[in-house]
Protein backbone atom coordinates (compact mmCIF):
# COMPACT_ATOMS: atom_id res chain seq x y z
CA UNK A 1 0.00 0.00 0.00
CA UNK A 2 1.21 3.52 -0.65
CA UNK A 3 -0.11 5.90 2.08
CA UNK A 4 -0.49 9.58 1.92
CA UNK A 5 -0.73 11.34 5.68
CA UNK A 6 -2.85 14.13 5.35
CA UNK A 7 -5.47 15.34 2.82
CA UNK A 8 -4.59 18.94 2.84
CA UNK A 9 -3.98 20.34 -1.17
CA UNK A 10 -0.37 18.56 -1.09
CA UNK A 11 -1.77 15.20 -0.17
CA UNK A 12 -4.71 15.29 -2.33
CA UNK A 13 -2.03 16.41 -5.40
CA UNK A 14 0.36 13.52 -4.59
CA UNK A 15 -1.75 11.33 -4.56
CA UNK A 16 -3.95 12.23 -7.40
CA UNK A 17 -0.22 12.23 -9.58
CA UNK A 18 0.29 8.78 -7.89
CA UNK A 19 -2.40 7.66 -9.64
CA UNK A 20 -2.21 9.11 -12.61
CA UNK A 21 0.94 6.54 -12.91
CA UNK A 22 -1.36 3.85 -11.88
CA UNK A 23 -0.86 3.56 -8.42
CA UNK A 24 -3.50 3.09 -5.80
CA UNK A 25 -2.53 5.63 -3.14
CA UNK A 26 -5.05 5.78 0.09
CA UNK A 27 -4.56 8.93 1.41
CA UNK A 28 -6.15 9.29 5.36
CA UNK A 29 -6.65 12.90 6.67
CA UNK A 30 -7.45 13.40 10.31
CA UNK A 31 -10.11 15.85 10.23
CA UNK A 32 -13.48 15.29 9.28
CA UNK A 33 -13.09 16.65 6.04
CA UNK A 34 -9.91 17.70 3.35
CA UNK A 35 -8.80 20.78 2.92
CA UNK A 36 -6.24 21.46 5.82
CA UNK A 37 -5.67 25.32 5.37
CA UNK A 38 -7.96 25.53 2.14
CA UNK A 39 -10.56 23.99 4.21
CA UNK A 40 -14.13 25.76 3.39
CA UNK A 41 -17.24 27.07 5.17
CA UNK A 42 -20.82 26.82 4.00
CA UNK A 43 -22.55 30.42 3.64
CA UNK A 44 -25.38 31.28 1.72
CA UNK A 45 -24.20 31.11 -1.16
CA UNK A 46 -21.41 29.95 -2.47
CA UNK A 47 -18.93 28.19 0.16
CA UNK A 48 -15.58 30.44 1.40
CA UNK A 49 -12.30 29.20 3.20
CA UNK A 50 -11.74 29.92 6.47
CA UNK A 51 -8.25 31.54 5.78
CA UNK A 52 -8.31 34.15 3.09
CA UNK A 53 -7.04 32.38 -0.38
CA UNK A 54 -6.03 34.03 -3.71
CA UNK A 55 -3.91 32.60 -6.78
CA UNK A 56 -1.18 34.96 -7.92
CA UNK A 57 -0.57 35.30 -12.20
CA UNK A 58 3.18 33.44 -11.57
CA UNK A 59 1.34 30.11 -10.34
CA UNK A 60 0.77 27.88 -13.04
CA UNK A 61 0.90 23.95 -11.73
CA UNK A 62 -2.38 24.72 -9.83
CA UNK A 63 -4.05 26.39 -13.08
CA UNK A 64 -2.73 23.16 -15.37
CA UNK A 65 -4.32 20.94 -12.74
CA UNK A 66 -7.58 22.89 -12.57
CA UNK A 67 -7.56 22.03 -16.66
CA UNK A 68 -7.06 18.62 -16.41
CA UNK A 69 -9.58 17.97 -13.69
CA UNK A 70 -11.84 19.61 -15.77
CA UNK A 71 -12.18 22.76 -13.48
CA UNK A 72 -10.21 24.93 -15.56
CA UNK A 73 -13.50 27.10 -16.39
CA UNK A 74 -14.60 27.55 -12.89
CA UNK A 75 -11.17 29.66 -12.24
CA UNK A 76 -11.32 33.68 -12.36
CA UNK A 77 -9.00 36.23 -12.33
CA UNK A 78 -9.67 39.32 -11.15
CA UNK A 79 -7.94 42.98 -10.47
CA UNK A 80 -7.50 42.76 -5.94
CA UNK A 81 -7.06 46.15 -4.82
CA UNK A 82 -4.69 46.80 -1.99
CA UNK A 83 -4.61 49.95 0.20
CA UNK A 84 -2.36 51.36 2.91
CA UNK A 85 -3.78 51.91 6.06
CA UNK A 86 -1.22 55.14 8.10
CA UNK A 87 -2.64 57.63 10.49
CA UNK A 88 -6.24 56.58 10.57
CA UNK A 89 -6.64 56.97 6.37
CA UNK A 90 -7.01 54.30 3.77
CA UNK A 91 -4.81 54.95 1.13
CA UNK A 92 -5.52 52.98 -2.22
CA UNK A 93 -2.10 51.69 -3.70
CA UNK A 94 -2.95 50.18 -6.54
CA UNK A 95 -2.60 52.56 -9.72
CA UNK A 96 0.48 54.76 -10.97
CA UNK A 97 -1.10 58.33 -10.04
CA UNK A 98 -2.39 56.10 -6.49
CA UNK A 99 0.86 55.62 -5.90
CA UNK A 100 2.36 59.07 -6.73
CA UNK A 101 -0.08 60.41 -4.36
CA UNK A 102 1.16 58.32 -1.33
CA UNK A 103 2.12 60.88 1.34
CA UNK A 104 3.73 58.97 3.43
CA UNK A 105 6.96 58.09 1.07
CA UNK A 106 9.18 60.70 -0.71
CA UNK A 107 9.96 60.84 -4.45
CA UNK A 108 13.02 59.57 -3.76
CA UNK A 109 11.58 56.62 -1.91
CA UNK A 110 9.20 55.74 -4.12
CA UNK A 111 12.34 55.76 -7.20
CA UNK A 112 14.00 53.44 -4.43
CA UNK A 113 10.83 51.18 -3.70
CA UNK A 114 9.83 50.97 -7.64
CA UNK A 115 13.54 50.26 -8.67
CA UNK A 116 13.60 47.21 -6.24
CA UNK A 117 10.43 45.76 -7.14
CA UNK A 118 11.82 46.01 -10.62
CA UNK A 119 14.66 44.07 -9.82
CA UNK A 120 17.17 47.58 -10.57
CA UNK A 121 20.16 48.04 -8.28
CA UNK A 122 20.63 51.86 -8.10
CA UNK A 123 23.12 52.01 -5.62
CA UNK A 124 25.94 54.07 -6.72
CA UNK A 125 24.10 55.94 -9.15
CA UNK A 126 24.85 53.22 -11.75
CA UNK A 127 21.81 50.84 -12.25
CA UNK A 128 22.67 47.06 -12.63
CA UNK A 129 20.21 44.67 -13.80
CA UNK A 130 21.88 41.31 -12.30
CA UNK A 131 22.12 41.46 -8.47
CA UNK A 132 19.44 39.99 -7.56
CA UNK A 133 19.29 37.47 -9.81
CA UNK A 134 21.04 34.95 -7.48
CA UNK A 135 18.72 35.05 -5.08
CA UNK A 136 20.90 32.45 -3.03
CA UNK A 137 23.55 35.10 -2.68
CA UNK A 138 21.31 36.89 0.17
CA UNK A 139 19.76 33.93 1.85
CA UNK A 140 22.28 35.21 4.83
CA UNK A 141 21.79 38.67 4.46
CA UNK A 142 19.23 40.31 7.10
CA UNK A 143 16.35 41.77 5.93
CA UNK A 144 16.60 45.32 7.50
CA UNK A 145 19.90 45.54 6.50
CA UNK A 146 19.20 44.93 3.21
CA UNK A 147 16.34 47.31 3.08
CA UNK A 148 18.57 49.61 4.19
CA UNK A 149 21.48 49.65 2.22
CA UNK A 150 18.95 49.10 -0.99
CA UNK A 151 16.22 51.54 -0.73
CA UNK A 152 16.20 54.17 1.45
CA UNK A 153 15.36 54.41 5.53
CA UNK A 154 11.67 56.03 3.86
CA UNK A 155 10.77 52.96 2.21
CA UNK A 156 11.88 50.57 5.73
CA UNK A 157 10.21 53.08 7.96
CA UNK A 158 6.80 53.69 6.33
CA UNK A 159 6.56 51.02 3.53
CA UNK A 160 7.97 47.84 4.47
CA UNK A 161 8.66 47.43 8.38
CA UNK A 162 4.69 47.36 9.02
CA UNK A 163 4.03 44.76 6.70
CA UNK A 164 6.64 42.69 7.91
CA UNK A 165 5.20 43.25 11.41
CA UNK A 166 2.08 42.25 10.35
CA UNK A 167 3.63 39.19 8.57
CA UNK A 168 6.36 37.71 11.11
CA UNK A 169 5.83 39.98 14.40
CA UNK A 170 8.42 39.74 16.90
CA UNK A 171 10.36 37.46 14.51
CA UNK A 172 10.57 40.00 11.43
CA UNK A 173 14.28 40.53 11.73
CA UNK A 174 15.26 37.38 11.30
CA UNK A 175 13.69 37.14 8.07
CA UNK A 176 16.33 36.82 4.92
CA UNK A 177 16.64 39.09 1.97
CA UNK A 178 16.47 36.63 0.03
CA UNK A 179 12.41 35.49 0.98
CA UNK A 180 11.92 39.13 0.45
CA UNK A 181 13.50 39.53 -3.47
CA UNK A 182 11.50 35.93 -4.11
CA UNK A 183 8.47 37.23 -2.89
CA UNK A 184 8.58 40.34 -4.96
CA UNK A 185 9.45 37.97 -8.41
CA UNK A 186 6.75 35.70 -6.43
CA UNK A 187 4.37 38.65 -7.07
CA UNK A 188 2.54 38.46 -10.23
CA UNK A 189 1.09 40.87 -12.75
CA UNK A 190 0.64 43.96 -11.64
CA UNK A 191 -0.82 46.58 -14.22
CA UNK A 192 -0.24 50.14 -12.96
CA UNK A 193 -3.53 51.08 -13.89
CA UNK A 194 -5.39 48.58 -12.28
CA UNK A 195 -3.48 46.57 -9.57
CA UNK A 196 -2.72 43.25 -9.13
CA UNK A 197 -5.01 39.99 -11.25
CA UNK A 198 -5.34 37.32 -8.70
CA UNK A 199 -7.42 33.92 -9.35
CA UNK A 200 -9.95 32.50 -7.15
CA UNK A 201 -12.43 29.86 -7.80
CA UNK A 202 -16.07 30.20 -8.49
CA UNK A 203 -17.39 28.59 -5.69
CA UNK A 204 -14.16 28.50 -3.92
CA UNK A 205 -11.14 26.52 -3.59
CA UNK A 206 -13.55 24.38 -2.40
CA UNK A 207 -14.47 23.42 -6.19
CA UNK A 208 -10.94 22.34 -7.15
CA UNK A 209 -10.42 19.99 -3.65
CA UNK A 210 -13.95 18.40 -4.62
CA UNK A 211 -12.84 17.75 -8.37
CA UNK A 212 -9.63 15.96 -6.66
CA UNK A 213 -11.32 14.19 -4.43
CA UNK A 214 -13.46 13.07 -7.26
CA UNK A 215 -10.33 11.77 -9.20
CA UNK A 216 -8.42 10.40 -6.77
CA UNK A 217 -11.60 8.27 -5.57
CA UNK A 218 -13.86 9.21 -2.44
CA UNK A 219 -13.35 5.62 -1.37
CA UNK A 220 -9.29 6.11 -1.26
CA UNK A 221 -9.92 9.33 0.51
CA UNK A 222 -10.54 8.10 4.58
CA UNK A 223 -11.16 11.35 6.61
CA UNK A 224 -11.70 11.20 10.58
CA UNK A 225 -8.45 9.17 10.69
CA UNK A 226 -5.67 10.67 12.12
CA UNK A 227 -2.35 8.63 12.07
CA UNK A 228 -0.71 8.34 15.49
CA UNK A 229 2.71 6.47 14.44
CA UNK A 230 4.72 5.10 11.39
CA UNK A 231 6.93 2.63 12.17
CA UNK A 232 10.11 2.01 10.43
CA UNK A 233 12.90 -0.30 9.72
CA UNK A 234 15.64 -0.14 7.01
CA UNK A 235 12.16 0.74 5.36
CA UNK A 236 8.79 2.30 5.89
CA UNK A 237 6.99 -0.70 7.46
CA UNK A 238 3.12 0.53 8.90
CA UNK A 239 0.93 2.86 9.72
CA UNK A 240 -1.33 3.41 12.84
CA UNK A 241 -4.52 4.92 11.87
CA UNK A 242 -7.27 6.24 14.79
CA UNK A 243 -10.85 5.23 13.37
CA UNK A 244 -13.73 5.33 15.26
CA UNK A 245 -12.03 5.30 18.87
CA UNK A 246 -9.76 2.23 17.87
CA UNK A 247 -6.44 1.96 16.88
CA UNK A 248 -5.17 -0.49 13.50
CA UNK A 249 -1.46 -0.93 12.10
CA UNK A 250 -1.48 -1.12 8.10
CA UNK A 251 1.24 -2.24 6.24
CA UNK A 252 2.87 0.17 3.96
CA UNK A 253 5.17 0.18 1.19
CA UNK A 254 5.45 3.65 0.51
CA UNK A 255 4.45 6.69 2.96
CA UNK A 256 3.82 10.44 1.76
CA UNK A 257 3.66 12.64 5.11
CA UNK A 258 2.23 15.96 4.34
CA UNK A 259 1.67 17.13 7.82
CA UNK A 260 3.71 19.81 9.10
CA UNK A 261 7.21 18.43 9.92
CA UNK A 262 6.93 18.14 14.12
CA UNK A 263 4.73 15.01 13.01
CA UNK A 264 7.29 13.56 10.88
CA UNK A 265 10.00 14.04 13.65
CA UNK A 266 7.50 12.36 16.07
CA UNK A 267 7.05 9.65 13.75
CA UNK A 268 10.27 9.09 12.18
CA UNK A 269 12.65 11.06 14.08
CA UNK A 270 13.80 13.35 11.05
CA UNK A 271 14.26 16.78 12.90
CA UNK A 272 13.93 20.34 10.96
CA UNK A 273 14.82 23.17 12.39
CA UNK A 274 11.93 25.56 10.54
CA UNK A 275 9.67 27.53 13.05
CA UNK A 276 6.41 28.21 12.23
CA UNK A 277 3.59 30.66 13.17
CA UNK A 278 0.51 30.19 14.31
CA UNK A 279 -3.15 32.11 12.38
CA UNK A 280 -6.00 33.52 14.38
CA UNK A 281 -8.03 34.30 11.24
CA UNK A 282 -12.17 35.36 11.34
CA UNK A 283 -14.74 35.56 8.35
CA UNK A 284 -16.99 38.43 9.33
CA UNK A 285 -20.15 37.96 7.47
CA UNK A 286 -22.07 41.56 7.27
CA UNK A 287 -24.93 43.44 6.06
CA UNK A 288 -22.88 46.65 4.34
CA UNK A 289 -18.93 46.69 3.23
CA UNK A 290 -16.45 48.00 5.48
CA UNK A 291 -13.97 49.14 3.08
CA UNK A 292 -13.62 49.36 -0.77
CA UNK A 293 -10.46 47.74 -1.00
CA UNK A 294 -9.69 43.74 -1.00
CA UNK A 295 -6.67 44.16 0.68
CA UNK A 296 -5.88 46.23 3.53
CA UNK A 297 -2.53 46.41 5.26
CA UNK A 298 -2.07 48.58 8.51
CA UNK A 299 0.76 50.47 9.44
CA UNK A 300 -1.05 52.03 12.63
CA UNK A 301 -1.51 49.86 15.61
CA UNK A 302 -4.24 47.51 15.27
CA UNK A 303 -6.18 44.50 17.14
CA UNK A 304 -5.34 42.48 13.92
CA UNK A 305 -2.39 41.84 11.20
CA UNK A 306 -4.79 42.87 7.99
CA UNK A 307 -8.42 43.30 6.87
CA UNK A 308 -8.92 41.72 3.62
CA UNK A 309 -12.40 42.10 2.44
CA UNK A 310 -13.18 39.38 -0.03
CA UNK A 311 -16.34 40.70 -1.05
CA UNK A 312 -14.22 44.03 -2.98
CA UNK A 313 -12.70 40.71 -5.10
CA UNK A 314 -15.41 38.38 -5.41
CA UNK A 315 -19.04 40.14 -5.85
CA UNK A 316 -21.33 39.61 -2.47
CA UNK A 317 -24.19 38.39 -5.15
CA UNK A 318 -22.11 34.69 -4.57
CA UNK A 319 -22.58 35.04 -1.22
CA UNK A 320 -26.53 35.56 -1.45
CA UNK A 321 -25.91 39.17 -1.01
CA UNK A 322 -23.63 39.21 2.14
CA UNK A 323 -20.26 40.84 2.68
CA UNK A 324 -17.80 39.04 3.87
CA UNK A 325 -14.52 40.57 5.28
CA UNK A 326 -11.54 38.22 6.61
CA UNK A 327 -9.62 40.05 9.98
CA UNK A 328 -6.46 38.06 10.38
CA UNK A 329 -3.55 38.20 12.48
CA UNK A 330 -0.51 35.49 12.84
CA UNK A 331 0.65 34.97 16.48
CA UNK A 332 4.60 33.59 16.82
CA UNK A 333 3.87 31.18 19.62
CA UNK A 334 0.71 29.76 21.61
CA UNK A 335 1.66 32.34 24.87
CA UNK A 336 0.13 35.06 22.89
CA UNK A 337 -3.14 36.88 24.23
CA UNK A 338 -4.87 36.88 20.81
CA UNK A 339 -4.48 32.82 20.83
CA UNK A 340 -6.05 32.70 24.64
CA UNK A 341 -8.67 34.69 23.94
CA UNK A 342 -12.37 32.42 23.55
CA UNK A 343 -13.81 33.02 19.98
CA UNK A 344 -16.24 35.72 21.96
CA UNK A 345 -13.56 37.66 22.99
CA UNK A 346 -11.69 37.12 19.34
CA UNK A 347 -15.05 39.19 18.08
CA UNK A 348 -15.02 41.49 20.87
CA UNK A 349 -11.35 42.27 20.18
CA UNK A 350 -11.40 42.74 16.69
CA UNK A 351 -14.38 44.53 16.41
CA UNK A 352 -13.99 47.18 18.92
CA UNK A 353 -10.70 47.65 16.46
CA UNK A 354 -12.77 48.10 12.95
CA UNK A 355 -15.01 50.23 15.05
CA UNK A 356 -12.19 52.51 16.07
CA UNK A 357 -10.60 52.62 12.53
CA UNK A 358 -13.86 52.78 10.46
CA UNK A 359 -16.33 55.21 12.46
CA UNK A 360 -19.11 54.30 10.01
CA UNK A 361 -18.55 50.66 10.59
CA UNK A 362 -21.09 49.55 12.91
CA UNK A 363 -21.52 45.86 14.78
CA UNK A 364 -24.80 46.14 14.09
CA UNK A 365 -24.20 45.42 10.28
CA UNK A 366 -22.58 41.90 11.36
CA UNK A 367 -24.62 39.19 11.09
CA UNK A 368 -22.39 36.29 11.53
CA UNK A 369 -18.30 35.74 12.87
CA UNK A 370 -16.38 32.45 12.41
CA UNK A 371 -13.30 32.06 14.20
CA UNK A 372 -10.23 30.24 13.19
CA UNK A 373 -6.84 29.09 14.49
CA UNK A 374 -3.87 26.89 13.57
CA UNK A 375 -1.02 26.78 15.09
CA UNK A 376 1.40 26.10 12.71
CA UNK A 377 0.21 27.69 8.94
CA UNK A 378 3.42 29.53 7.71
CA UNK A 379 7.27 29.57 8.13
CA UNK A 380 9.15 31.86 9.18
CA UNK A 381 11.34 31.94 6.27
CA UNK A 382 14.65 33.47 8.29
CA UNK A 383 18.14 33.49 7.31
CA UNK A 384 19.56 30.13 5.80
CA UNK A 385 15.68 28.80 5.62
CA UNK A 386 16.49 26.58 2.22
CA UNK A 387 19.34 24.79 4.36
CA UNK A 388 16.09 23.69 6.59
CA UNK A 389 14.30 22.57 4.02
CA UNK A 390 13.10 19.04 4.19
CA UNK A 391 13.69 16.76 1.36
CA UNK A 392 11.26 15.09 -0.90
CA UNK A 393 12.78 12.20 -0.83
CA UNK A 394 13.48 10.68 2.74
CA UNK A 395 15.11 7.48 2.22
CA UNK A 396 17.89 8.68 4.42
CA UNK A 397 15.78 7.99 7.59
CA UNK A 398 14.23 4.93 5.59
CA UNK A 399 13.03 3.40 2.21
CA UNK A 400 9.96 4.44 1.09
CA UNK A 401 9.63 8.01 3.17
CA UNK A 402 8.41 10.63 1.23
CA UNK A 403 7.47 14.52 2.39
CA UNK A 404 5.97 17.13 0.46
CA UNK A 405 4.26 19.00 3.55
CA UNK A 406 4.83 23.04 3.97
CA UNK A 407 8.58 22.72 4.64
CA UNK A 408 9.11 21.16 1.19
CA UNK A 409 11.09 23.41 -0.99
CA UNK A 410 7.89 24.41 -3.38
CA UNK A 411 6.60 26.63 -0.49
CA UNK A 412 9.16 28.89 -0.75
CA UNK A 413 9.51 31.65 -1.16
CA UNK A 414 6.08 31.92 0.00
CA UNK A 415 4.01 29.06 0.80
CA UNK A 416 1.06 28.45 -1.21
CA UNK A 417 -1.81 26.18 -2.42
CA UNK A 418 0.77 25.87 -6.15
CA UNK A 419 3.62 25.37 -3.84
CA UNK A 420 1.26 22.17 -2.42
CA UNK A 421 0.89 20.96 -5.69
CA UNK A 422 4.43 21.37 -6.60
CA UNK A 423 5.60 19.60 -3.48
CA UNK A 424 2.68 16.49 -4.03
CA UNK A 425 3.43 15.61 -7.23
CA UNK A 426 7.43 16.06 -6.75
CA UNK A 427 7.14 13.36 -3.85
CA UNK A 428 5.22 11.52 -5.95
CA UNK A 429 7.23 11.15 -8.71
CA UNK A 430 10.39 10.36 -6.72
CA UNK A 431 8.61 7.88 -5.31
CA UNK A 432 7.16 6.28 -8.67
CA UNK A 433 10.66 7.02 -10.11
CA UNK A 434 12.76 4.83 -7.08
CA UNK A 435 9.84 1.90 -7.61
CA UNK A 436 10.54 1.64 -11.26
CA UNK A 437 14.49 1.75 -10.41
CA UNK A 438 13.76 -1.13 -7.92
CA UNK A 439 11.20 -3.59 -8.40
CA UNK A 440 9.91 -2.21 -11.81
CA UNK A 441 5.94 -1.77 -12.98
CA UNK A 442 4.93 -4.93 -11.48
CA UNK A 443 4.60 -3.16 -8.04
CA UNK A 444 2.63 -0.91 -9.35
CA UNK A 445 -0.75 -1.97 -7.29
CA UNK A 446 0.17 0.45 -4.83
C1 LIG B 1 -4.02 32.68 6.76
C2 LIG B 1 -3.59 31.94 5.53
C3 LIG B 1 -3.66 32.54 4.29
C4 LIG B 1 -3.24 31.87 3.15
N1 LIG B 1 -3.37 32.50 1.94
C5 LIG B 1 -3.06 31.82 0.83
C6 LIG B 1 -3.30 32.39 -0.44
O1 LIG B 1 -3.81 33.50 -0.57
N2 LIG B 1 -2.95 31.67 -1.54
C7 LIG B 1 -2.41 30.44 -1.46
O2 LIG B 1 -2.15 29.82 -2.48
N3 LIG B 1 -2.16 29.87 -0.25
C8 LIG B 1 -2.47 30.53 0.88
N4 LIG B 1 -2.25 29.96 2.09
C9 LIG B 1 -1.41 28.77 2.17
C10 LIG B 1 -2.11 27.47 1.82
O3 LIG B 1 -3.31 27.35 2.56
C11 LIG B 1 -1.17 26.33 2.17
O4 LIG B 1 0.09 26.51 1.55
C12 LIG B 1 -1.71 24.99 1.72
O5 LIG B 1 -3.07 24.84 2.02
C13 LIG B 1 -0.88 23.90 2.39
O6 LIG B 1 -1.37 22.65 2.02
P1 LIG B 1 -0.76 21.35 2.65
O7 LIG B 1 -1.53 20.22 2.09
O8 LIG B 1 0.71 21.37 2.51
O9 LIG B 1 -1.00 21.49 4.23
P2 LIG B 1 -2.36 21.48 5.04
O10 LIG B 1 -3.40 22.22 4.32
O11 LIG B 1 -2.00 21.89 6.42
O12 LIG B 1 -2.77 19.93 5.04
C14 LIG B 1 -2.22 19.00 5.93
C15 LIG B 1 -3.33 18.04 6.27
O13 LIG B 1 -2.80 17.04 7.14
C16 LIG B 1 -3.80 16.72 8.08
N5 LIG B 1 -3.17 16.06 9.23
C17 LIG B 1 -2.49 16.63 10.25
N6 LIG B 1 -2.11 15.69 11.13
C18 LIG B 1 -2.54 14.50 10.64
C19 LIG B 1 -2.45 13.15 11.11
N7 LIG B 1 -1.85 12.84 12.26
N8 LIG B 1 -3.01 12.19 10.36
C20 LIG B 1 -3.64 12.48 9.19
N9 LIG B 1 -3.76 13.74 8.72
C21 LIG B 1 -3.21 14.72 9.44
C22 LIG B 1 -4.43 18.05 8.40
O14 LIG B 1 -5.70 17.89 9.01
C23 LIG B 1 -4.49 18.69 7.03
O15 LIG B 1 -5.70 18.42 6.36
C24 LIG B 1 -2.71 30.58 3.25
C25 LIG B 1 -2.67 29.94 4.49
C26 LIG B 1 -3.12 30.60 5.62
C27 LIG B 1 -3.09 29.91 6.95
Avoid at 97 to 106: F, G, N, T, V
Avoid at 277 to 303: F, H, K, R
Avoid at 377 to 398: C, F, H, K, N, Q
Amino acid sequence: MIAVVGGGIAGLAAAYRLQQQGYEPTVFEASSSVGGLAATYETAGDRIEAFYHHLSATEETIVELAEELGVGDRLEWRWGHDSYYVDGVVHPLNTAWEIAAYPHLSAYDKFRLGMLTLGVDVRGGVPNFDTYDDLEAFEHVPIKEFLLEHTSRGVYEYFFEPLLRAKFGSRKEDVSAAWLLGRIQFRGERDLTKGEKLGYFEGSFGVLLDALVEAVGRENVVTDAPVQDITIGKSVESLRVEQDGTVSEHEVDDVVVTTMPHLLERWTGYECAIDFQGSVCAVVGMDAPVTDTYWLNIADEAPFGALIEHTNFVPPARYGGEHLLYCASYVQSTDDPLWNMSDDEVRDHWLSGIEEMFPDFSREQVEWMKVARNPRTAPIYERGYLEMVVPYDLSVVADGLYYAGMASRAQYPERSLNGGVVAGYEAADQLATARNQSVGPARKSG
